[in-house]
């Protein structure tokens, strides 16, 4: 199981409708490529000195072939809207975990 992480810093100036707009179409349409089988976000607990709020989104795959088969179909299109929406109002990275085990 591959988790495909995205932690991202919002401005608070637009954090209400991002977040709105992540829980009711950005999740959604990820989940809709039918790459992911299922996503949690989270709140990051630490304040950053730069402002803003920050998240963490993770969604759940099978397998790095589907994580690729998503970065290849779909990444762009996806990145692309969320950069039209809210253009300098967010700062992202973006990690693949692989779970190893779990208790």
């Known amino acids: 199981m ?4 995205i932690t991202i810093n919002i401005d608070e100036a637009v954090h209400d409708e991002w977040l709105i707009w992540m829980r009711e179409t ?13 996503a949690r976000m989270l709140k990051v607990l630490v304040e ?8 963490s989104v993770q969604y759940f795959t099978d397998s790095k072939a589907t994580l690729e088969k998503y970065y ?15 253009a300098d ?12 085990s779990e208790h």
């Open 89 to 100: 109002k967010f700062v992202t990275f973006r990690t693949e975990l692989e779970i190893i």
């Open 26 to 38: 950005h999740i959604p349409d990820m989940l809709a490529t039918g790459k992911f089988l299922n």
């Open 48 to 55: 950053e000195e730069m402002g803003g709020i920050t998240y």
């Open 2 to 5: 591959y988790i495909y992480n």
């Open 72 to 86: 290849e179909e779909d990444a762009s299109r996806l990145r692309e809207e969320e950069q039209k929406r809210f």
